[in-house]
C-alpha cells in the first residue's frame, strides 16, 4: 500500500506541475511559489478535518523545517535554471529527492526492504534518470551541478523530515510544512518587489496546481506516518515521468526514447516496490 500511495503522490505532482507551467512564462517565480503553497496550506486545514490530528510539537517542527528544505531547494533550482540548463541540473535533483528519505529509512531506521523491493527502487530511480537526462547541456555547467547539490540537498532533507512525523500527527505536518514555506515566499516577494498573486487569468491554473500539490503533499505525510519512509520516498520522486509524459501529451513538450523508456521503468519498479 505505502508504494501505491507513493505512486499517487507522483501522479498528483505530475499534474500540479502540468497547471503550473501554464504559468511560469507569464509571472515571477515567487509569485508562482505563492500560488502553490497557498492552496496547499488550505487542503491542510481541511485535512485537519478529514485526519484525526493532533497537535505534536515535534512533528510539527519536522513539518517546518520541510517546509524551509523545499523552499529552499525552489530557490537554489530557480538559479540553476537560470545560470545553466535542465541537462545538467535535473537529473542530480530529481534522484536526490529519492535518495535522502531512502538513505534516512535504511541507515538511520535500519529498515531491511525485501529483495523484490530493492530491485524495485534499483529500477525506480535508474528509470528516474533517463526520464530526467536531456542533452541540454548548455550554460555554466560547474556551477550549474553545485547549484542542483544544493537545491537537491534542499528538495531532499524537505521530504525526508516531512516524512519523519508521527501518525497521531495527522496534518500537521502539511500545515507546519505548508505554512513555513508562504511565510517564505511572501517575505521573498516583498523583498524583491514582485506581485503577491498572478494576473486574473493565471488564478485558475495556479489554484488547480496548488491544490493538487497539496493533496500530494497530504497524500505522502499520510502515507510515511503509516508505511515505510523509503518505499513512499523512492515511489513518490517519480514524479518527473509523469510530468515529462503530461508535458508532451499535453503541450507539445518532445519525449525522447530514452525518456519513454524511463517512465515505463517507473511503472516496473513500483509494481516491484508493491510486490516486495
Known sequence: MGALLGAVVSLAIGLSDLFVMRITAR???FTVVIMVVGPALGVGLLGLLVVESEFVGRDVAYGCVGGVGMMVGIVFYFRAMLISSAGVVTPLIAVQTALWPLGYDVVI???RPAALAWLGVSVAIFSLLLTT???DLEG????????AVLSGSGFGLGVMFSGLGSEESGMWVLVAN????LVI???LTAAVGVPRLPARGDLRSGLAGGILGGLALGTYVYATQRYDLAVVGVTGSLFPAVTVYL???FLDHPLRWWQAVGIAGAITGTALIALG
Open 27 to 29: 509571472n515571477h517565480v
Open 109 to 111: 531506521n535500519g529498515t
Open 133 to 135: 537526462i536531456s542533452p
Open 140 to 147: 555554466r555547467i560547474a556551477a550549474g551541478v553545485r547549484l
Open 178 to 181: 505548508r505554512s513555513t514555506s
Open 185 to 187: 515566499a511572501l517575505l
Open 247 to 249: 508535458l508532451y501529451r
